[in-house]
């Protein structure tokens, strides 16, 4: 049976057996773009009613299935939930034949109106006050007026189902409800103690089960061909770090060089770019690069760099691959969490979290943030961004930290209830305030730190200037491990 939306008649069974008037909503998910979950009570009975308004999908029905929670809340459900959680249903119905439920809901001394139009091409859910007056929508209509401010056209609904009713339209006889047989069917292979479905079930089980599992098999599909692409440039990264670590192998032959240099002073021509001489450890001729204008000295220092340059670069390199590696064990790991997953609503989820575009990520705040041990950093580099975290992104509760006498970036540790900052935490965050300030150069520097609720802005001071009270003092040598480490978690975080 080829899945679509629901139909009028169809509507109208569900919504009888599901007697929502007199029913309380206890609370509201929303797992996905489309979809919302009500979770109703009424005289001792739970009921999970879901409202899906996808594409070629879109219908109402309860659900006994888990509703995995977005990984960050939605922006409908969390105003859903300040308006309409803890509100009675006092009535909801069908307008008309139209496929546009009607929901009244009494919230203290509050009445709302929310509409769930379940039309394939323009399905929306519609919060509205008693007048109609749209206070927020699913997906935003500009062009429809399903906006907020906008006002929801209940009148011209009904004036539309009379007139087609008017007009002889019967739409009992043109769209009869699907008896879901071969569903039943199904079921009753695979469950012979059951008893008969009723309608509602009929359609949980026809969208969960076989709508869900073409779009999962859909979803599958669109995984793969994600794992793939994303993998393949990723080990040609890792390849390419891999081929230059090989290059960097090669630097203890500079240090060789500079001291073949020095041994041969003597053999170095006015006019001659190389110089060629004995090699005393593998007894072989050996030509080497130099520039006749300056000393031996000088030459055998050039080379000293070089050796100094790669063997700080071989470091830098194994860090970033390993990065490399994570990011690969990450990919693999995200993957198989997708292919193990049943539920396709949970798949999209995983599929939108790992396949959005980078430039489409937003970030929530200026400057960078490290997570470690559940520990959240904030660093500012600037003083704009010093001064846009102050006003907007701390709390009283979060630590400061800064360099004493030297400019520099603001650092924050996050609150965390009933936690006290360890140690290694404070280390962490006091190399990031080194790091990012004028005291880099030196390696060390003296901080302040207290809590944000002892900052006071300066009068008249720079952007972002800050005096502290009930300070503490932390004396800081850069840790060039601990730095890599932090960095390596903080990259690790963007997979």
């Given amino acids: 049976m080829k899945s679509m939306s629901l139909n009028c008649n169809e509507i109208n069974l569900i919504l009888s057996e599901l007697d929502l008037t007199g029913s309380f909503v206890q609370d509201i998910v929303q797992p996905g773009y489309d979809t919302i979950a009500l979770y109703v009570y009424k005289e001792g009975a739970a009921k999970t009613i879901l409202i899906c308004a996808g594409h070629d999908a879109t219908r109402i029905n309860e659900t006994r299935r888990k509703i995995p929670k977005n990984e960050k809340p939605l922006r409908f459900m969390e105003f859903l939930k300040s308006r309409i959680r803890g509100a009675k249903i006092l009535s909801c119905a069908q307008i008309g034949f139209e496929r546009i439920i009607k929901f009244e809901l009494g919230h203290g001394d509050e009445r709302y109106n929310m509409f769930v139009r379940l039309w394939s091409a323009a399905a929306n859910i519609i919060l509205c006050d008693k007048d109609n007056n749209i206070l927020d929508t699913m997906f935003r209509r500009p062009q429809k007026g399903e906006v907020t401010g906008g006002v929801f056209d209940e009148e011209a609904i009904w004036e539309s189902a009379k007139e087609k009713a008017l007009q002889g339209q019967d739409a009992g006889a043109r769209f009869p409800a699907r008896d879901f047989a071969d569903v039943q069917e199904e079921v009753s292979r695979q469950h012979p103690d059951w008893p008969p479905l009723s309608f509602n079930q009929k359609v949980d089980w026809f969208y969960s089960e076989r709508s869900s599992n073409l779009s999962r098999d859909a979803l599958l599909e669109k995984a793969k061909a994600w794992h793939e692409t994303r993998r393949s440039k990723q080990e040609a990264a890792l390849e390419r770090l891999q081929k230059k670590k090989a290059d960097f192998e090669t630097a203890g032959k500079k240090k060789h060089w500079g001291d073949l240099i020095l041994a041969n002073a003597h053999l170095i021509g006015a006019d001659s770019n190389f110089l060629e001489c004995e090699d005393y450890e593998s007894g072989a001729t050996v030509q080497i690069k130099i520039d006749p204008k300056i000393s ?134 006091g190399n990031l305030a080194v790091y990012f300030s004028k005291a880099r150069k030196n390696g060390k520097a003296d901080l302040y730190y207290t809590q944000v609720k002892h900052l006071r802005r300066a009068k008249n001071g720079p952007k972002g200037l800050v005096l502290p009270s009930q300070e503490k003092n932390l004396s800081i040598t850069l840790d060039s491990e601990r730095l890599k480490r932090l960095e390596l978690a903080r990259q690790g975080d963007e997979l």
């Avoid at 220092?301 to 994570?326: D, H, N, P, T, V």
């Avoid at 995200?334 to 599929?351: D, G, S, T």
């Avoid at 489409?360 to 470690?372: A, W």
């Fill in 296 to 429: 031996a000295q000088a030459n055998a220092a050039r080379y000293y760099e070089l050796y100094k340059k790669q063997l700080s670069g071989a470091e830098e390199l194994k860090a970033e691959i390993e990065l490399s590696q994570k990011k690969l064990a990450a990919l693999d790991k995200a993957y198989q969490e997708i292919l193990n997953e049943k539920n396709p609503v949970r798949i999209e989820q995983l599929l939108r979290k790992d396949s959005a575009p980078r430039q489409k990520i937003k970030k929530s705040h200026p400057g960078l943030d490290y997570t470690v041990n559940g520990w959240y950093i904030l660093v500012g580099r600037d003083a704009n961004e010093n001064d846009e975290l102050l006003r907007r992104h701390v709390k009283g509760s979060d630590m400061w930290l800064h360099t004493r006498d030297c400019p520099g970036g603001y650092v924050f540790i996050k609150y965390r209830a009933g936690k006290t900052i360890p140690l290694d935490i404070l280390l962490d965050a």
